[in-house]
T-cell receptor, first 113, second 108 residues
Framework: NAGVTQTPKFQVLKTGQSMTLQCAQDMNHNSMYWYRQDPGMGLRLIYYSASEGTTDKGEVPNGYNVSRLNKREFSLRLESAAPSQTSVYFC????????????FGSGTRLTVV | ELKVEQNPLFLSMQEGKNYTIYCNYSTTSDRLYWYRQDPGKSLESLFV?????AVKQEGRLMASLDTKARLSTLHITAAVHDLSATYFC????????FGAGTILRVKS
């Protein structure tokens, strides 16, 4: 059981470059999420997808786009990276329903110089 | 807008002592989560609390929920070094809102 798999694990970008962070889950979960983690601020929701074919903004969506490619995969794209997007990015998934928790990926550490 | 506040943000404990981390949230929610994060690692689920008065225990950690006070506590009993980590509470249904985290250091 791989759970939630994120690629890449580390990335350094120059300001203005673009890139896509990939996330895949093998648990047949309906909902998928992208969070960013910055020191002292906990995790903040960027975008989420409640089900295949739907996406919605979270708390900090500016500068990002997402694609729910299918039930398994949810990608996060930075079109023009900025130093303020230096962060650790976590993908998560869950099966909707009262008792189900979230499963988090191992994270992508992104540095924008 | 849902806001989640944890305190303390940093906790240095002696082994064998007890302490409590507090998590307050601003609006009614149907579930509350506690997570543990080791440095450079992902988040590990500790507890899911679903109803008023819920109490869950795992080893030296016990979590409780008071929905009327909008307060959850994570109680640490007889701390050991292995409990050193950052602990987050998170509140919400479809969209989790996290607290800033409590960095716990247990000193031998």
């Amino acid at each position: 059981n791989a759970g939630v798999t994120q690629t890449p694990k580390f990335q350094v970008l120059k300001t203005g470059q673009s890139m896509t962070l990939q996330c895949a889950q093998d648990m047949n979960h309906n909902s998928m999420y992208w969070y960013r983690q910055d020191p002292g601020m906990g995790l903040r929701l960027i975008y989420y997808s409640a089900s295949e074919g739907t996406t919605d903004k979270g708390e900090v969506p500016n500068g990002y786009n997402v694609s729910r490619l299918n039930k398994r995969e949810f990608s996060l794209r930075l079109e023009s990276a900025a130093p303020s997007q230096t962060s650790v990015y976590f993908c998560a998934s869950r099966m909707t329903g009262l008792d189900y928790g979230y499963t988090f990926g191992s994270g992508t550490r992104l540095t924008v110089v | 807008e849902l806001k989640v506040e944890q305190n303390p943000l940093f906790l240095s404990m002696q082994e064998g002592k007890n302490y409590t981390i507090y998590c307050n949230y601003s609006t009614t929610s149907d579930r509350l989560y506690w997570y543990r994060q080791d440095p450079g690692k992902s988040l590990e689920s500790l507890f899911v609390l679903l109803s008023n008065g819920a109490v869950k225990q795992e080893g030296r950690l016990m979590a409780s929920l008071d929905t009327k006070a909008r307060l959850s506590t994570l109680h640490i009993t007889a701390a050991v070094h292995d409990l050193s980590a950052t602990y987050f509470c998170a509140v919400g249904g479809n969209k989790l809102v996290f607290g800033a985290g409590t960095i716990l250091r247990v000193k031998s």
